[in-house]
């Protein structure tokens, strides 16, 4: 992509990389976004430690977003559309350490390992799909848009019965290329599958997110709270695994001397996995930082009310984060990388979704050991208008 390029400046990339005039911008710049009676002006960061001081300090920075000018910056009002209930990244302290440690039950060590199974299920089930469609196969529609949304499923506690259902009612919500319209209308209908779920787990919860929720607090955790939570949880962990899924596989089949890595012992594949997150950073940004208070980084002063976005591609590729950033070294030793956001918005499903790739990766060179690109002169087709980065078609053979 070159500076002529329409999109805002941090969702800008180039192949595998963040766009060069990203990476160019500066640590902490103005941009606008939009044009015309629809233009925005917001600071943008770029460095690493500029992104982890802005995600980190929810002292001088809220997520919230204000829809009523009486809820001033900092005021104790607390205006929140519907559809904003349960989203973690619209809660500030302590409002968001109240819901979250509500929804830790959800993400323990013994959740995770009782996810691992499942996880290899899902993975097998794909590739066995990909091994009868034949080679050549697109891996983007067999396995990466499949794994994510039947992980998460398991993860929430949808039975099984109705997965298919809930992920086609789930989708037409998120879809973006919808109007406006047709999306509220696919909304309200995944809201009351939601709600019908959440009614049928407090008479008799299971091993699930909600099941887990419920059993531990009860009607102190609300079913707004828990639906908004389940919505977030789709949209935050389908279309990044997605893209983490694709981009991956394809880095992997440019660097193919790297694959070992991801063969070795559990902290050598570990490292090799993280490497992977940080090099890709499928995420563009989490929710702007609003400014609670006048306050100076980087040299610039950020006012109060003033947003900034903080773009995690260009932070991750920052030479004061590793050395040479934009090379892939997946033996290098794990760094303290933003792809999963920073401070009390850090994401809480990062150790499912290690898990979820590093399981994805092993079976798929184990089942393809020769998997290769069906025709290395391609022109790789990148997705462009979806929250995450990554790929809409990866045609592989073996």
């Not at 440690?101 to 995770?112: A, E, W």
């Not at 919860?205 to 009860?218: D, S, T």
Request: proline share 7%.
């Amino acid at each position: 992509m070159s500076e002529d390029d329409p999109r805002p400046l941090h969702i800008r990339r180039q192949g595998l990389d963040p766009a060069p005039e990203l990476l160019a911008a500066g640590p902490l710049t103005r941009v606008t976004i939009g044009s015309g009676a629809d233009a925005e002006t917001h600071w943008m960061a770029t460095a690493h430690a500029v992104v982890r001081q802005v995600m980190g300090d929810h002292k001088s920075f809220s997520t919230r977003r204000r829809w009523d000018p009486r809820d001033e910056i900092g005021g104790k009002g607390i205006f929140r559309p519907r559809e904003l209930v349960g989203n973690l990244m619209d809660y500030d302290p302590p409002e968001h350490a109240r819901l979250r440690r509500k929804l830790n039950p959800g993400f323990t060590l013994r959740k995770m390992q009782r996810m691992g199974p499942y996880i290899e299920e899902i993975v097998t089930e794909r590739l066995d799909e990909m091994e009868q469609a034949g080679s050549p196969a697109d891996l983007v529609t067999i396995v990466a848009d499949k794994v994510p949304g039947a992980v998460l499923c398991e993860l929430i506690g949808v039975p099984r019965d109705d997965r298919a259902t809930f992920l086609q009612l789930c989708h037409a919500h998120l879809d973006a290329s919808r109007s406006q319209k047709r999306r509220a209308v696919a909304g309200e209908a995944f809201s009351r599958y939601l709600l019908a779920m959440i009614a049928r787990e407090r008479k008799e919860p299971g091993e699930g997110l909600i099941g887990a929720v419920v059993a531990e607090y009860g009607d102190e955790a609300t079913d707004e709270e828990l639906r908004g939570f389940c919505v977030q949880v789709m949209l935050a962990g389908d279309d990044n695994i997605s893209g983490m899924i694709g981009l991956g596989v394809l880095a992997l089949l440019r660097h193919p001397g790297q694959i070992a890595a991801l063969q070795g012992g559990d902290q050598q594949a570990q490292r090799a996995v993280d490497e992977l997150i940080r090099y890709l950073t499928v995420p563009y940004s989490p929710t702007p930082r609003i400014a609670m208070r006048d306050i100076t980084i980087a040299g610039q002063t950020i006012k109060k009310g003033e947003s900034v976005i903080c773009s995690l591609p260009a932070a991750n590729r920052d030479p004061a984060l590793v050395p040479d950033p934009g090379r892939l070294d997946l033996t290098r030793e794990s760094a303290p990388h933003v792809a999963f956001g920073h401070g009390v918005h850090h994401c809480l499903g990062a150790a499912l979704t290690r898990l979820e790739l590093r399981t994805v990766f092993t079976l798929l060179w184990q089942r393809f050991p020769a998997l290769r690109l069906a025709d290395p002169a391609q022109d790789t087709k990148f997705r462009l208008t979806t929250p995450a980065y990554g790929l809409t078609e990866l045609m592989v053979a073996w």
